[in-house]
């Protein structure tokens, strides 16, 4: 779905948990984190938490695709 | 520029390995599906986050309760229609039809998928310029990549194209 939408000129990030499965699609800006299926931004009621993940998913939106993704170390675990 | 590399290599691998087993033993094997990959990058230049209208697209499955059909989440061949709501949408206005992936975390809290009121506070705050008030919504369990190019992506293009959106925010569940 992203490479249709670039096709059409519209940038796009993508913010996912599951790396194993989304690299191979080569997403052109990808943020990849350690939480889990059903948690993708993060915990639930830990707003700071979705925030940091959200943030990092639409600062990608900013470079040129395609954009090295970046690798964060949020997890479901509290801190 | 192709969306899916080896289209129809993928489509004779789906409906004669997967698809015939499902078809002749009312089961899953997922050995036997070939998840799409691409070898080519694509290029296109960033964005200027405040100037550019940003859409949300989420694989939750979310949908209005009380205005819209659920997704027909029980379909063991998938779901491929898209949804549309309002970004403004009260939280509590929605429902997930989407079950492989388990739901205690976005009962809790929706916006562990569905970030509309943080999109809505980064839009206040600045960083966002112009957001789209039309959120696309989708059930994820979608095995058919062939019928995704064919009948969600047109129907995600279409409303992207109307919405004059500039970047999209994907966030598959």
Redesign the interface.
């Given at each position: 779905m992203a490479r249709a939408l670039e096709i059409q000129g519209i940038a796009t990030s993508i913010i996912s948990w599951n790396r194993a499965v989304t690299e191979p699609i080569m997403p052109p800006r990808a943020v990849y984190t350690k939480l889990d299926r059903g948690s993708v931004l993060g915990r639930p009621n830990d707003p700071v938490q979705q925030r940091r993940v959200l943030e990092a998913g639409i600062r990608q939106l900013e470079k040129d695709s395609p954009a090295e993704s970046i690798r964060l170390n949020e997890s479901i675990k509290t801190e | 520029?192709e969306?899916l590399k080896n289209r129809d290599q993928w489509q004779a691998e789906f409906e004669n390995g997967w698809l015939a087993h499902y078809r002749q033993s009312g089961k899953f094997d997922w050995k036997l599906y070939t998840?799409?990959?691409?070898?080519?990058?694509?290029?296109?230049?960033?964005?200027?986050?405040s100037n550019?209208r940003?859409m949300l697209?989420s694989s939750a499955g979310g949908y209005l309760k009380d205005y819209q059909q659920p997704f027909d989440f029980k379909n063991d061949l998938g779901d491929y229609s898209i949804r549309q709501f309002p970004l403004s949408t009260p939280l509590d206005s929605l429902a997930y039809a989407h079950d492989h992936?388990?739901?205690?975390?976005?009962d809790?809290?929706p916006?562990?998928?569905l970030?509309l009121r943080?999109?809505e506070?980064?839009h206040n705050e600045g960083?966002?310029g112009k957001l789209s008030d039309t959120v696309i919504s989708f059930m994820g369990y979608q095995p058919d990549v062939i019928r995704?190019?064919e009948e969600?992506?047109p129907a995600?293009?279409e409303t992207?194209?109307t919405e004059k959106?500039?970047?999209?925010?994907?966030?598959?569940?």
């Amino acid at each position: 779905m992203a490479r249709a939408l670039e096709i059409q000129g519209i940038a796009t990030s993508i913010i996912s948990w599951n790396r194993a499965v989304t690299e191979p699609i080569m997403p052109p800006r990808a943020v990849y984190t350690k939480l889990d299926r059903g948690s993708v931004l993060g915990r639930p009621n830990d707003p700071v938490q979705q925030r940091r993940v959200l943030e990092a998913g639409i600062r990608q939106l900013e470079k040129d695709s395609p954009a090295e993704s970046i690798r964060l170390n949020e997890s479901i675990k509290t801190e | 520029l192709e969306i899916l590399k080896n289209r129809d290599q993928w489509q004779a691998e789906f409906e004669n390995g997967w698809l015939a087993h499902y078809r002749q033993s009312g089961k899953f094997d997922w050995k036997l599906y070939t998840r799409p990959k691409n070898t080519t990058s694509i290029q296109n230049p960033g964005i200027d986050l405040s100037n550019s209208r940003l859409m949300l697209i989420s694989s939750a499955g979310g949908y209005l309760k009380d205005y819209q059909q659920p997704f027909d989440f029980k379909n063991d061949l998938g779901d491929y229609s898209i949804r549309q709501f309002p970004l403004s949408t009260p939280l509590d206005s929605l429902a997930y039809a989407h079950d492989h992936y388990k739901h205690d975390a976005i009962d809790q809290d929706p916006q562990v998928v569905l970030p509309l009121r943080h999109l809505e506070d980064l839009h206040n705050e600045g960083l966002l310029g112009k957001l789209s008030d039309t959120v696309i919504s989708f059930m994820g369990y979608q095995p058919d990549v062939i019928r995704v190019l064919e009948e969600t992506i047109p129907a995600v293009i279409e409303t992207a194209t109307t919405e004059k959106i500039r970047s999209a925010l994907l966030i598959p569940v």
